[in-house]
């Protein structure tokens, strides 16, 4: 028997494969399938005594789907663990335990019982060596500056890398793969939310930020969509820049309880006058997705990333002149 | 086109054409109709088998085809009052080119019908070298007898399907259908041939898709018992019919096109036991299912979740039956009266219900039918078959082998 958890889909779908392929090797022919969302727990049992015509041993994969291990699933998942399984095999996949399921009884018992293979994922420290080591997996070499260049692209995000990987290896390089050959292979598959875009630039990560607002704008996201989003930030750190209690200013604009110390540490890094350019901006963004305004709104729209980063535009140090994107939006009498 | 029929001329054909059809793709949505001479072909197709069906009795006033949505069609013509004269014709139409509207029509009722010219409609290959012949009362037997047992979506198609074995010379017929777990055997033999003949030669082997097993009964259900159905196929220098193949069966005026599963049929003669057997007893068919739906009423039976049905006794002549709900309490249990035939003594054995159930539903119903329940083992396959009166027709072999569930 054997257990394959973890918040790593794709490792704990090889690990999975894995397991399957060998039994498949060892001469296991029939393989039945129990889903915790759409079986009945009663019928768990019948999965595994069922016996076959065709082969004498078999696979059973009950995957355990977040969601569906409610209260039912404890005494079924217990005695699966107690049961007595012959010659058969039962592999149990998890993806996405959260801690708390992972303290129950019945984990307890199935990790007592079985192999368990705890599929975490890989920490952003170790993941360049991962994504070299896979890549010499699949016969090619890949140099570190390419690796970094993958990491970064897909965000950490195993499944994308793996997918990158091997796009690279269809091509068979015999030399070792660099940065440079990469950059034209591979593309951004990176996909962001505007929440994480705004919570970022409110955590004063400019480029960051401003690396996700070009994104969003390559993916489906609209710029009336972004300045709306904006609005409700905006507004309320406006009312709590003004107010001699911040926190109170905060609350009673209905920021949600676990957003206020962001705000508020924003707040200590974006001045008044830097705050104020941003609602320009985001007036200014406004009227442009409207059509009321000449511009374009996405460049307006990055503008503010960068100054509620509390970063100075180059216009506001005396650098340069105020770039022709921002003109006052036409005033209707 | 232009043609008059009535509700009975076209119901029963269009009813087959509608099982088939499917919604996967604009053509398997459709129906092709063809007028010409006095009778109209109707044909409909799920990409994968094509049912082609003529019918006489209208009257063609102008000869054309037109492709329809069949479901349309068939609710319509279901709707229709009987014995009443029907007219369907195209009617003139402005604007888009290649379509067309047909309009059918008695008294002042009128339905207008979009379709096509047919032109783009996949038609079924002409398959002309006769293979065999088959008697339509045998196989509507055979088939009663085996198809509850064809998996249904196993990731090995081959199960997804029943086994003809007909005999070259017409000495016999041999249909089989397994799902891993369970397998229905039904085998019409003449001139006492022997059961373990692996001579292959002798046989044709066909491995037809369930769907096509589903519309082959529903054909065959409205036919005499002495029609015959003749098989077609495609290429006379090819020596065996193998997967991958069509085949068309004829029945009357009706032709079935269909594709063959691609692959080998598992070895079903080593599965059946020929030893004899642990114990052995003969039970009324219709006491035993009437005792065995009452047993499963409190448990859930559908076949995603399976339950199971323990069958005990000791040597005396009472069988008792016991489902429990499982982690409960709750269950239900009976008795009923058998005759032991061979090995009465301690028997503990359990089923999945519903293939207990499957079983026994497909013996025909009649008064005092016999059934024999032979255990062979805890991890062989037990074995249910008619015992009294006997089968009919009298060459009639017919069983079902079921895995006992472990303990």
């Known amino acids: 028997m054997y257990l394959v958890h973890g918040g790593e889909p794709l490792l704990v779908q090889e690990a999975c494969d894995a397991i399957i392929q060998a039994a498949q090797r060892q001469g296991v022919a029939e393989r039945s399938s129990f889903h915790s969302d759409t079986h009945d727990w009663e019928s768990l049992p019948m999965h595994l005594q069922s016996q076959s015509m065709l082969a004498s041993r078999k696979l059973l994969h009950v995957r355990l789907w977040p969601g569906s291990l409610k209260n039912r699933a404890a005494k079924p998942l217990q005695n699966l663990a107690a049961m007595d399984k012959g010659a058969d095999i039962v592999l149990v996949q998890a993806n996405d335990l959260n801690p708390a399921s992972q303290r129950t009884a019945w984990f307890k018992a199935l990790a007592g019982a079985s192999v368990e293979v705890a599929a975490s994922a890989v920490p952003a420290?170790?993941?360049?060596?991962?994504?070299?080591?896979?890549?010499?997996?699949?016969?090619?070499?890949?140099?570190?500056?390419?690796?970094?260049?993958?990491?970064?692209?897909?965000?950490?995000?195993?499944?994308?890398?793996?997918?990158?990987?091997?796009?690279?290896?269809?091509?068979?390089?015999?030399?070792?793969?660099?940065?440079?050959?990469?950059?034209?292979?591979?593309?951004?598959?990176?996909?962001?939310?505007?929440?994480?875009?705004?919570?970022?630039?409110?955590?004063?990560?400019?480029?960051?930020?401003?690396?996700?607002?070009?994104r969003l704008r390559n993916t489906a996201a609209s710029s009336y969509q972004i300045v709306a989003m904006w609005r409700f930030v905006l507004l309320p750190l406006q009312a709590a820049a003004a107010s001699p209690h911040p926190h109170r200013a905060l609350q009673s604009a209905r920021v949600s309880q676990s957003r206020i110390g962001l705000l508020i540490g924003a707040l200590e890094r974006c001045p008044a006058d830097l705050l104020n350019a941003a609602l320009d901006a985001l007036a200014s963004a406004d009227a442009q997705c409207k059509g009321a305004a000449l511009g374009d709104p996405w460049r307006t729209l990055a503008d503010i990333c960068v100054l509620v980063s509390g970063v100075k535009l180059p216009w506001q140090t005396g650098a340069y002149l105020k770039p022709p994107w921002h003109p006052q939006p036409r005033r209707y009498s | 086109m232009k043609i008059d029929f009535t509700k009975e001329a076209l119901m029963p054909f269009l009813g087959h054409n509608n099982e088939v059809s499917s919604t996967h793709q604009n053509f398997t949505k459709q129906i092709h109709l063809q007028a010409s001479g006095s009778e109209l072909v109707m044909t409909t197709t799920d990409g994968t088998m094509w049912l082609r069906s003529c019918v006489d009795g209208i009257t063609v006033q102008e000869q054309g085809s037109v492709s329809l949505v069949v479901q349309d069609l068939f609710k319509i013509v279901r709707g229709l009052p009987s014995e009443k004269v029907v007219s369907l014709g195209q009617i003139?139409?402005?604007?888009?080119?290649?379509?067309?509207?047909?309009?059918?029509?008695?008294?002042?009722?009128?339905?207008?019908?979009?379709?096509?010219?047919?032109?783009?409609?996949?038609?079924?290959?002409?398959?002309?070298?006769?293979?065999?012949?088959?008697?339509?009362?045998?196989?509507?037997?055979?088939?009663?007898?085996?198809?509850?047992?064809?998996?249904?979506?196993?990731?090995r198609h081959y199960l997804n399907g029943m086994k003809l074995e007909i005999a070259k010379d017409g000495d016999g017929i041999v249909a089989v259908a397994m799902d891993g777990h369970r397998m229905a055997f039904a085998e019409i033999a003449r001139e006492g041939e022997d059961d373990d003949s692996d001579q292959q030669d002798l046989h044709w082997h066909f491995l037809l898709p369930?769907?096509?097993?589903?519309?082959?009964?529903?054909?065959?259900?409205?036919?005499?018992?002495?029609?015959?159905?003749?098989?077609?196929?495609?290429?006379?220098?090819?020596?065996?019919?193998?997967?991958?193949?069509?085949?068309?069966?004829?029945?009357?005026?009706?032709?079935?096109?269909?594709?063959?599963?691609?692959?080998?049929?598992?070895?079903?003669?080593?599965?059946?036991?020929?030893?004899?057997?642990?114990?052995?007893?003969?039970?009324?068919?219709?006491?035993?299912?009437?005792?065995?739906?009452?047993?499963?009423?409190?448990?859930?039976?559908?076949?995603?979740?399976?339950?199971?049905?323990?069958?005990?006794?000791?040597?005396?002549?009472?069988?008792?039956?016991?489902?429990?709900?499982?982690?409960?309490?709750?269950?239900?249990k009976t008795e009923l009266d058998i005759t032991w035939t061979s090995g009465p003594g301690e028997l503990r054995i359990r089923y999945n219900i519903q293939y207990i159930k499957d079983a026994l539903s497909a013996i025909p119903e009649a008064q005092d039918v016999l059934v024999r329940f032979s255990v062979f083992g805890n991890d062989l396959a037990s074995r249910l078959e008619q015992v009294a009166p006997d089968p009919s027709p009298a060459s009639l072999r017919a069983f079902c082998l079921v895995m006992p569930l472990r303990n």
């Not at chain 2, 036991?273 to 005792?291: A, C, I």
């Open chain 2, 210 to 332: 369930s769907k096509s097993i589903q519309t082959l009964m529903n054909l065959l259900e409205g036919e005499d018992d002495e029609a015959v159905l003749e098989i077609f196929r495609e290429d006379e220098n090819v020596k065996d019919i193998s997967g991958g193949d069509q085949i068309s069966m004829k029945i009357g005026k009706t032709v079935l096109v269909t594709r063959l599963i691609d692959a080998d049929f598992p070895e079903f003669r080593h599965i059946i036991p020929k030893q004899d057997p642990e114990h052995s007893f003969d039970v009324d068919n219709k006491m035993l299912l009437e005792n065995i739906q009452r047993v499963a009423l409190l448990s859930n039976t559908s076949p995603d979740n399976p339950t199971s049905v323990h069958f005990m006794s000791s040597s005396s002549d009472r069988l008792r039956m016991i489902c429990n709900r499982d982690n409960t309490k709750e269950g239900a």
């Open chain 1, 125 to 214: 420290r170790e993941l360049i060596g991962w994504l070299m080591r896979r890549a010499e997996a699949k016969g090619f070499e890949l140099t570190e500056a390419a690796a970094k260049l993958i990491a970064a692209r897909t965000e950490g995000n195993l499944s994308a890398s793996a997918q990158e990987i091997d796009k690279i290896a269809l091509g068979a390089p015999a030399a070792p793969v660099d940065r440079k050959q990469l950059h034209e292979a591979i593309g951004d598959s990176t996909s962001f939310t505007i929440q994480r875009m705004i919570d970022c630039a409110l955590g004063g990560n400019a480029a960051r930020a401003l690396r996700m607002h070009w």
């Open chain 2, 92 to 155: 003139p139409t402005e604007g888009e080119a290649g379509g067309l509207t047909m309009r059918i029509q008695y008294d002042s009722v009128e339905y207008d019908l979009n379709g096509d010219t047919g032109e783009t409609f996949p038609g079924a290959k002409e398959l002309k070298v006769p293979v065999c012949s088959v008697n339509v009362g045998e196989l509507r037997t055979l088939l009663k007898h085996t198809y509850y047992a064809m998996a249904q979506k196993d990731v």
